[in-house]
């Protein structure tokens, strides 16, 4: 009874849940001077690329299947479901929103940590901001706040916390949600730190999932928790004022390694959304640099009918995790760099359409994939990729790219984050009104309220 | 990014998540032979105690935090609140339930694990079988074995796991809510193991919450998310069919130690119910010998205008934890043995009124409590309590307490337990509404529905 419980318990943590809960409460606004132009602007790229990937999986059958459960409570006609007629309560519109923007894994990284942020806080985000009437200006606001703090937590436990098993985007999604509701209802520093705290006893998601709908399932899970743990919080529900970090409270109890000064150093001055990425590709990011490296030759006039043979050249660990020369299906496809290429090559992109079963299965692009001879070469890093095609003609045609389009030195242009929204929603919504909801989406920091962008959401 | 993560990792665990699946969907009901009558009447005893907690803490300010942040989702009218009179819909009712049930403490202990297993099995169970019309046999099955379920996870993680910082009655609370809720919406054993998949995800809770509202929030949130796993794997949600035992599924996670054998051994034969225990006093465990010793005395004929002193002999450990001399008020009684001495002379039991403000502070008790003088006595085991009044007429009455009332030696009798019952919820309900109640739990196996019974805790 009276034994010696946790093995290695750090007493001296500074007291991270009031740091974190007087920052979200107190610091300034963008409208007062709380970060940059830059950083602003990069919240609305995040937002519009969260958003497009939820309305492309709008009807995913994950969607469907959490709809119908969630139908289950009879929810009140509240919020939105992005690229859904469909209204529930706020709380299972956070989780379904949560789900769908992470189903194709399309949504952003924030590399260091490998945390998909938008996912969590801009799903509960746009939930209670529909229900309560906040500001375009709140909501941006509360998403350069919800995301630094999930993220700061996720670099002071990263790796250990994440070679565990836990999905670190679930695990600490919840407290970046509750932050950013919090911030959005308004609450003290006293109530924040019990939204945090609330949050805390409620981390999501095993790694183990990966390759199922609870992957996904796990932003829209911290959505819903965070959101929940705010509204608690502006109820009066009480946590412990050290619930972060505290012996037993959550981050020793989740992760070995805990380095406070990630959470403390530059907050407020730094803002970690500044680092946030947008995948280009609807697959997995070491197959990024063959799929551009083949784009960048369909952009120099190279077309499928001239190429006798196209020689790639990629470090072990893209032949190792994508080497799949004859894809099955859609799902196999996204693990073959041979399908990349040909994908590149022949589309120019790469977006959920191109990992269709159909088109894997065309005989075009199987024969087109069957040209790639691809080999192993470490003296090129796993972020780069080095393209050879040769024509029938006997011309050869080279493309090294050391950063795929997408990665932090090369980021991905408004244009290009419009071209994807639009791959993923025409489908959905179609393309007028796509056009709309992007131009919404870029000047969401002036909008009165949400209301007016929901409206387009729903077909 | 090609590191090692899991340190150690168990690849060779047996198919945990199948097996539990199989068992849940496929072990025969009471009415089957699945178990004996024995077993079948700890349930009702624990449905019972359970729903008695729930009544009696209705009206506390966590119940009422809970249930204002719930009604700002419009929650559809499903399900009843023990002791309120407000619906929510089913799923805000297994969380609020829960919530109340661990409110005061005075929940059921499976004491090899610590964990409280009915709060978030039953609070699920209530309100999805008001909602479908479930019958009370289904009910009493469904508790039977969900909380089979998450107290054999329990064993096999225990003590690790709560060392490490976990609240375990939240963190296998999940599945064992998920696994009844299978039960009673008759998932088959692949959609079982789904439900529990999802719920693998969702582990709850950590300690550094005692002594705040998010301690009870556990098992009720535990409720809700294994009641949600269930109905999302009845849509045909899908998770990974080896998330509890995979080296990043949820147990290996969130536990150093993994004792498979737990979960394998007699499951279907030995029924962990059947180690549930009821406290009979409404404070921590290591005073209930001493209270138990005083109320005994009481019994004697002893009476607190008789006695000059009270010479109490205990174990080291309970006044290490509970030596507070002067308590200055109901919280601070509950970690007083002076104070439980004094309740158990004055009245014989001591439950939630006896922990109120009003009574630690009554002059009477004031005066009682200063008569005891307790020494430690080390030969003297944590569980007993040896104690000696003595009288102003020079009388010396001696009792020893080997193991108190409530413990596995000494179980509640069921008359006990309706006196507990009664002592929770006459306030609440009324004496004679809450006589009707008792009578309801103890007939469940019965009963067509359950809509009988949540109409009675309607006042």
Redesign the interface.
Known sequence: ???N???VADHNAPPITQILAKFVATHPGFAEGGWSAEVDHEAHRTFMNWLGCAVGAAHH??A???L??VA?????E?ATLAGRSEKV???SAALINGITSHTFDFDDTHLKTIIHPAGPVASALLALAE?TGASGRALIDALVIGIDVSCRVGNAMY?DH??????IT?STGTLGAAAACARMLGLDAQQTAMAL??A??????????F????KP??PG?AAR?GL?SA??A???????S??LE?????M???STKNDWTEITSELGERFEISFNSYKPFACGIVIHPSIDACAQLRAQGVTPDQVQSIELKVHS?VL?LTGKKEPADGLQAKFSVYHGCAAGLFFGHAAEDEFSDEVVNRPDMVALRRKVVATVDDSID?ASADVTALLHDGRRVHVFVEHAIGSLQNPMTDALLEGKFHGLSDSVLGAARTAEVIQACWKIGQAADLRGLTALLRP
Chains 1, 2 share one sequence.
């Not at 390759?211 to 609870?214: F, N």
């Open positions: 009874m009276a034994r419980t946790q093995v059958e994950a469907d299947a959490a119908a459960a289950m409570l009879q929810p009140a509240q309560d706020m709380a229900q790796p994440y070679d565990r098993g836990w999905h679930g705290g609330i805390a006893s409620q981390p999501i998601g095993m790694r183990e999932q390759g199922t709908m609870t399932f796990h899970a928790a929940m509204l608690l502006s109820k009066g529900f009480t946590a412990s050290k619930a505290a012996p037993r409270g959550m020793q109890t989740i660990l190792e796993e």
